[in-house]
């Protein structure tokens, strides 16, 4: 659900324009703070926040931020779009809901 404090942030959207939007700045300073922290500038300007949550890394920056501002991604396959709360996509080190069980 969103209302009128969220942002909808694009799967190509690089940490540096995060850090550098002034509406995330004002809204978000933890999230901007935590782009701030992703590698060096260079990787800043390629790395993206749907790289970060894809990889359900336990090192991603962004995530904690995302879990604590109760996050919800706007997924979308061959199957169709779905909305998922973010705190509901990690079943474990480098494990998402897309990724196979054993």
């Known amino acids: 659900m969103q209302t ?5 942030i694009g799967g190509g959207v690089t940490f540096r324009t ?3 939007h002034a509406g995330i700045r004002r ?3 933890a999230l901007v703070a935590a782009a ?4 060096a500038w260079q990787i800043q300007n390629r ?5 970060n949550i ?4 336990p090192a ?10 109760d996050a919800v991604v706007h997924a979308r ?11 509901s996509l990690y079943r474990g080190y480098r494990a998402s809901l897309s990724t196979p069980t054993s």
């Open 77 to 87: 396959s061959a199957r169709g779009a779905r909305d998922l709360a973010f705190a």
């Open 36 to 39: 701030a922290e992703v590698g």
């Open 18 to 20: 995060i850090r550098e």
């Open 47 to 51: 790395a993206t926040l749907a790289g």
């Open 27 to 29: 809204r978000y300073p």
């Open 60 to 69: 991603g920056d962004s995530l904690p931020v995302l879990l604590v501002h």
């Open 4 to 8: 009128s404090r969220s942002i909808t």
């Open 54 to 57: 894809a990889n359900a890394s």
